[in-house]
């Protein structure tokens, strides 16, 4: 059964004429009379005539009036209704996340959100590496890889940069690392991205030339395990910035090789392409980019210069 039929009957009933049916459904009279002839084709029956310019129902018109208009109320209730849940600030979120972005970044800003919203169900999902994609189409993630899915948006929240640090009770057992070449007399803690084969390369940009290094006297496959080791003196790791600028500030790690730049990491919040977002999910994207996206700042590692380091 064509439903755009039963709209154009039962409206035009409701208006009392083709015109004023069609002036309604912003249409024509003889488009109107073309869908109401589809819908009495359909049902085999004559529904309504029309007598100098006045419609008239038939015997089976009559019925029919009566039940698609309960239908078509029926029908705006539950749209009402969609829209008024879409509307209501609660219900479970779910998000996926790097394990030291959530511990170090997101759980501190937490707070304020739940206060704002106490209503919202958050469920969040830490995997150890960067890069996690969406589980499921209702699920928002925080990556360093967005891709390039059309039926994602990737926001970008926030631009880390990396340092190299190590607690002061190691750099009291070895040499203070001056160039990078000094390194390799040193233990390095690296990162494994995806497997054991996969190991996170150290770039070390100077004025005039790059130091690539490959960290191979410890490897671990979590970040925060990664942090951990360094401030258990383990040896020299490379972190972000962010994660690690409470633990400089405190004198539990000292930044390294501070002239030279390290990579830059960026971390995007994605989510499904919907035309219609739920509300509570709309709410902590909004959270998020008024938290994280900030103006770019410059680090302030110089100033954290490291000791003996002119």
């Known amino acids: 059964m064509d439903w755009s039929g039963v709209v154009a009957f039962t409206r035009t009933v409701q208006a009392g004429s083709l015109q004023q049916g069609a002036r309604v459904l912003g ?37 029919a009036f009566v039940q698609f208009q309960a239908l078509l109320e ?80 990737a926001r970008k929240l926030l631009t880390s940069e990396y340092v190299l640090v190590a607690s002061p009770n190691y750099l009291k057992t070895d040499n203070l690392p ?18 054991e084969s996969d190991v996170q390369t150290w770039q070390l940009q100077g004025a005039q030339e790059k130091f690539v290094i490959r960290p191979y006297n410890l490897r671990l496959n979590d970040e925060e395990a990664l942090l951990q080791s360094a401030l258990d003196g383990l040896g020299i790791a490379m972190l972000e910035q962010k994660s690690v600028e409470s633990y400089i500030r405190q004198g539990q790690l000292t930044p390294l090789l501070t002239d030279y730049q390290l990579p830059i990491e960026s971390y995007y919040l994605v989510s499904q392409r919907s035309l219609r977002q739920p509300a509570r999910y709309q709410a902590f994207i909004d959270f998020m980019q008024v938290t994280f996206s900030q103006p770019e700042l410059p680090s302030d590692l110089k100033k954290l210069r490291t000791p003996g380091q002119e």
Do not use: W
């Open 178 to 195: 001056q160039r990078p070449r000094d390194l390799k007399n040193h233990q390095l803690i690296g990162l494994n991205l995806h497997d």
């Open 27 to 63: 249409s024509t009279p003889e488009e109107i009379q073309l869908r109401i002839s589809g819908l009495e084709s359909a049902l085999g029956v004559s529904l309504l005539t029309e007598y100098h310019q006045q419609l008239v129902l038939t015997p089976i018109g009559q019925l």
């Open 74 to 153: 029926a029908a705006v209730q539950i749209e009402q209704s969609i829209i008024q849940q879409q509307s209501c600030i609660s219900g479970p979120l779910n998000l996926t996340l790097p394990h030291l972005f959530g511990i170090h970044q997101l759980l501190p800003a937490l707070p304020e959100f739940m206060r704002y919203y106490p209503d919202i169900e958050l469920n969040l999902n830490f995997v150890a590496h960067k890069d996690p994609l969406p589980r499921h189409p209702s699920e928002l993630c925080i990556t360093t890889d967005p891709g390039e899915e059309s039926a994602q948006i």
